[in-house]
Each structure stands twice: as structure tokens, then as C-alpha cells.
């Protein structure tokens, strides 16, 4: 399954700027995760197995070999929970310095405010990235949710076209249980949305971790995507 597409900018400068962008020589990759916390996702302890999955990612990266210190300095990781209120649970910082939160579930689901949440922090990290001559590859927002969104999110969704038109991000949805596929398909492209069996969120974060370095670890002039083989619970929804 391929995820990720070539990098954008210049390598020119060698020293770390800031606190969290090191190696601004290198090419980074972003990715911001929108975590669905609302009520729904208490049954059968999805939001236990939804913090397994998020330990199991910062536990893959450490000590996966494809990590070596460079790539674990060079992918830039953002936590956004959603449900009932949206809450930014980490900015960006190298996955080496990932604090896995502890979610819990509540509430409703404004995906809408989440979503336009993980474009600001984005457009943020790639003004970082821009004003270090720091290279990277379009960043992500990976969108979990087991239903759909209950906000005003219409605008949100304008604003996330517009952005992947002009590419300058790439929007994925997994989905898990009952999501709704007919509203997320209004939202997310349906080449990238995947529905995820059997709560399996261990095996999903291992997917995008070697995902995340084997994009980090490509060839410097590779121009396509970069396959991963996707565990047997996770399948294309469309």
C-alpha cells in the first residue's frame, strides 16, 4: 500500500533551529493525527485499544530498525483529540520526543473543529520548515474515527480540498465499527480512506510507522510513492 509522495524544498542548512525541528539539513516528514474521543468510542474499549496503538507507535519507531537517529529526529509527529471538545494533545515534535497521551471518551464528535485545527498547526510547521530551508514531504492529516462528525464541518472540508488541490497536503481516513463511509467520502478522497477491522489499532500504528520510515529513508530523487504491506485488518473502503 503506498502512502506518501516525493519531497518538497532544499537542503541548505546544516544546524538544528528552534526546539523542534533537528537536522533542518534533512527532508522531514509531518503528520498530524486527529483522534476520534467521542462517547461511541467507549464501547468494547476502543479508546483503551486506541491508546495501545498510539504506545505501540512511539515503541515501533524507537526501536524499529529502519530508525536510525536521523529519522527518528526527522519525523515530526502532532496529536489532536476530538470528542467532546477538540484538544490540541501535542504539537509537532520529533516522534523521539512522542508523550502518548491517555484519551478517554465523551461526548460528541467535531471533526470539523479538528480538522481545521490540524491545518493551522500544519501550516505552522511548514512555515518552520520554509523559513530553516528545511526540506519535507507534504505532510499528513491521518483522521481516526469510528462515525462521523457532528459540528458544522462543510467548511472545513473546502479548506481541506483546496489545500490538497494545490498540493500542499494530503488528508487519509481510517475508519473503524460503524463509521458512516457515504459522509467521510464527502470529506476525505476515497483512495485514502481505509476501514480497519477487529479494532485493530497496534496493528495500524505499526503500518504507519514503517510507512513513516521507509518515506523518511527513500532515495533523495525518489518522485513516487513509497509501499508498505498493510496488516490484514486494514483494506481500502471503497
Not at 111 to 122: Q, R, V
Amino acid at each position: 500500500m503506498a502512502l506518501f509522495q516525493k519531497p518538497f524544498g532544499e537542503q541548505q542548512k546544516t544546524k538544528d533551529v528552534g526546539t523542534n525541528i533537528r537536522w533542518i539539513s534533512e527532508r522531514h516528514v509531518a503528520c498530524a493525527f486527529l483522534l476520534d474521543t467521542s462517547g461511541s468510542m467507549g464501547t468494547n474499549d476502543a479508546i483503551g485499544k486506541l491508546n495501545e496503538g498510539l504506545r505501540t507507535f512511539k515503541t515501533q519507531t524507537m526501536n524499529d530498525s529502519q530508525f536510525d537517529e536521523h529519522t527518528k529526529a526527522c519525523i515530526d509527529v502532532a496529536l489532536i483529540s476530538f470528542g467532546p471538545n477538540v484538544v490540541l494533545r501535542q504539537d509537532f515534535v520529533p516522534v523521539s520526543e512522542m508523550e502518548p497521551p491517555v484519551l478517554s471518551a465523551d461526548g460528541q464528535t467535531p471533526m470539523g473543529e479538528a480538522l481545521n485545527m490540524a491545518m493551522d498547526i500544519i501550516a505552522e510547521q511548514k512555515k518552520r520548515y520554509n523559513d530553516s530551508s528545511t526540506p519535507y514531504y507534504r505532510p499528513w492529516i491521518f483522521c481516526i474515527t469510528d462515525g462521523e462528525p457532528n459540528d458544522s464541518y462543510q467548511g472545513a472540508v473546502q479548506r481541506l480540498r483546496k489545500m490538497e488541490d494545490e498540493n500542499r497536503i494530503l488528508g487519509y481516513c481510517v475508519g473503524v465499527e460503524n463509521f458512516n463511509r457515504a459522509v467521510m467520502a464527502t470529506i476525505f478522497n476515497k483512495e485514502r480512506i481505509f476501514e480497519l477491522k477487529n479494532l485493530d489499532y497496534p496493528s495500524l500504528f505499526k503500518f504507519v510507522s514503517s510507512s513513516l520510515a521507509a518515506a523518511r529513508n527513500s532515495g533523495e530523487t525518489s518522485g513516487g510513492a513509497v509501499a508498505q504491506e498493510a496488516p490484514s485488518t486494514l483494506k481500502m473502503a471503497f
